[in-house]
């Protein structure tokens, strides 16, 4: 039987956890640019792989790197990325995935696959850009949870990066791989 410093170290961690796994079915509401299915659930797996350097002729790369330093609960977040209305991916923790795009303007979106149902905040994120031919575009997908006297905060934000920045980062995380769970 445990003792009563085991059953309050459980009370606490599954106080903390449980938040995180409960599924928020308005995590990314249909009609968001850029957004897929919200019932859309990926597998992710992470892996220390390189990355191109250049995209293939006549396409741009796009990079969603999910940056977790300010997400101070377990487990992480798993984040799934979307391009014009389409998930082509989804990170986990500290980590990036690419993909490859035709030139034009895309829509971009970033969705928390699972909320957090204790605190408002936002769980998903949306922007847009231009690609060109050959171009190499980075954007940022920071998460934030914080707990403390002040209460909750949640926040997630899509945005684009230096390339000089994209670059960093994406040496310093792990490479994202993921499907679609059936």
């Known amino acids: 039987m445990p003792g009563p410093i085991v059953k309050a170290l459980l009370l606490s961690i599954t106080l903390v956890a449980l938040p995180m796994l409960a599924q928020d079915k308005s995590a990314a509401p249909a009609g968001i640019p850029g957004c897929g299915d919200p019932s859309a659930k990926f597998a992710v797996k992470t ?7 250049q995209p293939e002729k006549g396409k741009a790369l796009v990079y969603f790197i999910q940056n977790d330093s300010n997400f101070n609960s377990f487990p992480k977040l798993t984040t799934r990325v979307g391009i014009d209305g389409k998930w082509v991916g989804a990170t986990h923790g500290n980590s990036y995935l690419y ?13 928390w696959q699972f909320g957090v149902i ?6 998903t ?30 926040d997630m934000t899509l945005t684009p ?20 769970k059936k």
């Not at 949306?126 to 403390?148: P, R, S």
């Not at 994406?170 to 490479?175: R, V």
């Open 118 to 123: 204790l605190g408002k905040g936002r769980k």
């Open 161 to 180: 990066l230096d390339s000089d920045e994209g670059q960093l980062l994406a040496n310093q995380y792990k490479l994202s791989t993921s499907h679609l």
């Open 47 to 53: 892996s220390r792989n390189h990355h191109p350097v």
């Open 125 to 154: 994120s949306a922007a847009h850009f231009t690609a060109d031919a050959g171009g190499v575009y980075y954007f940022e997908v920071k998460d934030k949870y914080l707990q403390g006297d002040f209460g909750q905060v949640l």
């Open 99 to 111: 993909t490859a795009v035709d030139p034009g303007v895309h829509h971009l979106c970033a969705s």
